[in-house]
């Protein structure tokens, strides 16, 4: 079945966030694609001119460490996303029992997903729902950030979709005590907590609701003093919490390199202000200290 002419639709591949995922070749380059369509729900009619203006927007983002949008355009009221196609994601990799990942496979994936959202926050577009499935591995090794700028645009994920309750684990303190202006820090956090996840090989702070999982960073950082963050008490949802005490960082990461953990500890600064950046983080030198970080075309894979 043809979609706009242009595309063969070919097998499900998912259903994510925004709608269902699927295969299809573009018959005008003869290249494998994803096309994710989404359902407008409640904007439906006036699918809202601002939608496409930002998508418009993402088409814009073109980086080796982004997955590219190759083309948007609304067919029977849905809007359709038309992505490069990929082979599989970092859950997969990180998920797989038979993989062995070094600390430069991890430096490598690490340095890939902060060089991705280097490019988008220098053009002021937050990520804002970072996982592992978001960080899909083309052919060739590279990982790519997937989902740039959905979220601003779409609103935040749905809770309705049971999926997206591991979303919650990659989620910034700020976000949940409620904050409505954040900024490029929470991918930041998300990206720590990817770090910590390649290197336990278990995602690291699993809530299983908002305030357990606020109580599970508490535990892992220790309960944040208004001093250490200082507009933490302004925000929305902000509640006194009982005071914790935070485990040296080294306890939960027995395996890391000296320079691995320092550069985690700058990642899970409470204050969003005071976090380091995505830049800062790449020029740590946890990524010019031996080992370099493996060339993504030897980076193990699932079969
Ligand atoms: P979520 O919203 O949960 O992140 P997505 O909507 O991104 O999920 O994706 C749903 C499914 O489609 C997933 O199984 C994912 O692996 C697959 N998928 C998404 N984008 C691509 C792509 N560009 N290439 C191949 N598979 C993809």
């Given at each position: 079945?043809r979609?706009a002419d242009?595309?063969?639709?070919r097998?499900?591949?998912?259903?994510?966030?925004?709608?269902i995922?699927?295969k299809?070749?573009?018959?005008?380059?003869?290249?494998?694609?994803?096309?994710?369509?989404?359902r407008?729900g409640k904007?439906?009619?006036g699918?809202?001119?601002?939608?496409?203006?930002?998508?418009k927007l993402?088409?814009?983002l073109?980086?080796?460490?982004?997955i590219?949008?190759?083309d948007?355009?609304?067919?029977?009221g849905?809007?359709?996303?038309v992505?490069?196609?990929?082979?599989?994601?970092?859950?997969?990799?990180i998920?797989?029992r038979n993989?062995?990942l070094s600390?430069?496979d991890v430096?490598?994936y690490?340095?890939m997903?902060?060089k991705?959202l280097a490019?988008?926050?220098?053009?002021?577009?937050?990520?804002?729902?970072?996982?592992?499935?978001?960080l899909?591995?083309?052919s060739?090794?590279q990982?790519k950030?997937a989902?740039?700028?959905?979220?601003?645009?779409?609103?935040?994920?749905d809770r309705?979709f049971?999926h997206?309750?591991f979303?919650?684990?990659?989620?910034a303190?700020?976000l949940?005590?409620?904050?409505k202006?954040?900024?490029a820090?929470?991918?930041?956090?998300?990206a720590?907590?990817i770090f910590?996840e390649?290197?336990?090989?278990?995602p690291?702070l699993?809530?299983?609701?908002?305030?357990?999982?606020?109580?599970?960073?508490?535990?892992?950082f220790?309960t944040?003093?208004?001093?250490?963050?200082?507009?933490m008490v302004f925000?929305?949802d902000?509640?006194e919490y009982q005071?914790?005490?935070?485990?040296?960082?080294?306890?939960l990461?027995?395996?890391?390199?000296?320079d691995?953990?320092d550069?985690?500890s700058?990642?899970?600064?409470?204050?969003?202000?005071?976090?380091?950046?995505?830049?800062q983080?790449?020029e740590?030198r946890?990524?010019?200290?031996v080992p370099?970080p493996?060339?993504?075309?030897?980076l193990?894979?699932p079969?």
């Amino acid at each position: 079945k043809r979609v706009a002419d242009r595309y063969l639709k070919r097998e499900v591949l998912g259903e994510g966030t925004y709608g269902i995922v699927f295969k299809a070749i573009d018959t005008k380059t003869g290249q494998t694609v994803a096309i994710k369509k989404i359902r407008l729900g409640k904007y439906k009619e006036g699918v809202n001119f601002t939608a496409l203006r930002e998508i418009k927007l993402l088409k814009e983002l073109k980086d080796p460490n982004i997955i590219e949008l190759i083309d948007a355009f609304p067919h029977k009221g849905n809007l359709h996303l038309v992505f490069e196609f990929m082979e599989s994601d970092l859950e997969a990799v990180i998920r797989d029992r038979n993989i062995v990942l070094s600390p430069a496979d991890v430096k490598s994936y690490l340095q890939m997903t902060l060089k991705g959202l280097a490019y988008c926050h220098k053009k002021w577009v937050v990520h804002r729902d970072m996982k592992p499935n978001n960080l899909l591995i083309a052919s060739d090794g590279q990982l790519k950030l997937a989902d740039f700028g959905l979220a601003r645009i779409f609103g935040s994920p749905d809770r309705k979709f049971t999926h997206q309750v591991f979303a919650r684990w990659y989620r910034a303190p700020e976000l949940l005590y409620g904050a409505k202006q954040y900024g490029a820090g929470v991918d930041v956090w998300a990206a720590g907590c990817i770090f910590a996840e390649l290197l336990l090989r278990r995602p690291f702070l699993q809530g299983s609701s908002d305030i357990d999982q606020l109580g599970k960073i508490f535990a892992a950082f220790g309960t944040p003093k208004p001093s250490q963050w200082p507009d933490m008490v302004f925000l929305p949802d902000y509640v006194e919490y009982q005071y914790v005490p935070a485990p040296p960082l080294r306890t939960l990461f027995p395996m890391a390199s000296d320079d691995a953990l320092d550069l985690l500890s700058k990642m899970f600064t409470y204050d969003p202000k005071a976090r380091i950046t995505v830049q800062q983080a790449l020029e740590h030198r946890y990524f010019s200290s031996v080992p370099a970080p493996t060339k993504p075309s030897l980076l193990p894979r699932p079969p």
